[in-house]
């Protein structure tokens, strides 16, 4: 059995950024309020659960594009010309083996919208922007979100999409067409707006995250672009967006899914209708729209500069933070243990704020027993991250192991 100090090394290991690990626990656990917590009370009112709708799922897609930098940095700072392929063939396969998880989970459950196989298609398109220099990803990304979605609108419009809620299993592998289409365009976290999440991570990702001023500016950036995106959002449906929508959702009662301020609040299914361009005005959870991408991009971007300075503030005691990070440093093993979990849980329904905490508590001290005792890396991701070394070693040859922030679990 380690020491304290020895188990408290492991939690907060030299050369780790533990901020990133914070950041992605906290997603997590935001991601496990919206799945377990109701959006309306049984007196007709919206519960604080909605602050983390749409939030916490985009917080783990930015943190999606700084895994793709830090899994292959060392591999592409290599010479020669193979680098790259190894890079490449090495995400791909990531994004593979991910998906498939996904795919597993969807036959587990049919009430929760699996992110695994749509994050799994983003890895899988990631090499396409590994060579892009700094600057440029930061200009792609803002670009991305505010044109992807009016391109999502126009092909949806243009061949009659509806909006899909399925959940991918590997029976959707028989129609091909379908699965695509809803991945691309329809699903619930659509590729192609979610596209501009990996962007602005990967761009995050090449800044220096141990620095106050980095870190600082993030913070104010962050917000500043939160605030914005709601309040231009809010004047143009106060110019007549309003009325279109409100005519469009037809006689739905507030706040009851499907309503305009239920969209507003709570959220979309993935995208929303295509009947009017004025959806386009909305910044509401899962919509897709710029406004939405804006917005939470925004937070994403506050709460990586928080979680930043907070383990710069720690330094040495950064071990504190473990709570979060351990979690947030196998997001694999803790999102699939959750998902399966809340399936068992409804056979004996806890409710409310109790059955929270049971999932929050469990994955907490499942991963600090794991981290502290066992392994850097999580039951998950040790198969996973071996798999694709083995790949990369094939076409470059060896490729060092990393247990710190180049090596994070869910890379």
């Known amino acids: 059995m380690p020491d304290a100090s020895t188990v408290a090394r492991r939690l907060a290991p030299a050369g780790r950024n533990l901020g990133i690990d914070t950041a992605r626990g906290l997603a997590l656990f935001g991601m496990m309020v919206t799945h377990v917590l109701t959006f309306v009370s049984a007196e007709g009112a919206f519960t604080p659960a ?3 709708a749409g939030r916490s ?3 783990f897609a930015v943190l999606a594009g700084f895994s793709v930098v830090l899994s292959t940095q060392r591999v592409l700072a290599r010479p020669g010309a193979r680098p790259w392929a190894a890079a490449a063939a090495g995400l791909m396969l990531r994004g593979l083996l991910i998906s498939i998880v996904g795919l597993l989970l969807g036959m587990v459950t049919s009430s929760i919208a699996v992110i695994l196989v749509f994050y799994g298609v983003m890895f899988a398109l990631a090499p396409l922007f590994l060579r892009l220099p700094t600057l440029a990803l930061g200009l792609l990304a803002p670009l991305w979100m505010a044109l ?3 391109l999502s609108m126009a092909l949806r419009r243009g061949l009659e999409l509806e909006t899909s809620s399925i959940v991918p299993t590997p029976g959707d592998l028989l129609t091909p067409q379908y699965l695509f289409t809803d991945l691309l365009l329809t699903g619930y976290y659509p590729v192609l707006p979610w596209m501009g999440y990996l962007l602005l991570g990967m761009f995050l990702a090449r800044l220096d995250w141990r620095s106050v001023r980095t870190a600082g500016t993030a913070v104010i950036i962050g917000l500043g672009t939160a605030l914005l995106a709601k309040a231009v959002s809010s004047l143009l449906l106060t ?5 279109v929508l409100e005519a469009s959702v037809g006689p739905v009662p507030d706040p009851e899914p499907g309503s305009l ?6 959220g979309s299914y993935g995208v929303t209708p295509t009947d009017t361009w004025w959806w386009l005005t909305i910044a509401g959870p899962h919509s897709a729209t710029p406004f939405d991408l804006f917005h939470t991009s925004g937070v994403a971007v506050a709460v990586l500069g928080l979680c930043a300075l907070a383990a710069i503030a720690l330094g040495q005691r950064s071990w504190l933070l473990a709570p979060l990070s351990a979690p947030g440093s196998m997001p694999l093993t803790v999102y699939t243990g959750h998902i399966v979990f809340l399936e068992i849980s409804r056979l004996a329904p806890m409710g409310g704020l109790t059955e929270l905490f049971v999932h929050v508590g469990i994955a907490m001290l499942f991963a600090l027993a794991w981290r502290g005792l066992a392994s850097p890396r999580g039951p998950l991701e040790w198969p996973l991250s071996s798999a694709v ?3 990369q070693r094939a076409i470059l040859g060896p490729v060092p192991a990393r ?3 180049r090596d994070i679990a869910v890379h």
């Open 403 to 405: 247990t710190d922030d």
């Open 389 to 391: 070394r083995a790949v």
């Open 261 to 266: 301020e239920y969209a507003l609040q709570a």
């Open 57 to 59: 799922s985009a917080l």
């Open 148 to 150: 992807a979605p009016v």
């Open 50 to 52: 909605v602050w983390f």
């Open 239 to 243: 110019a007549g967006g309003r009325a």
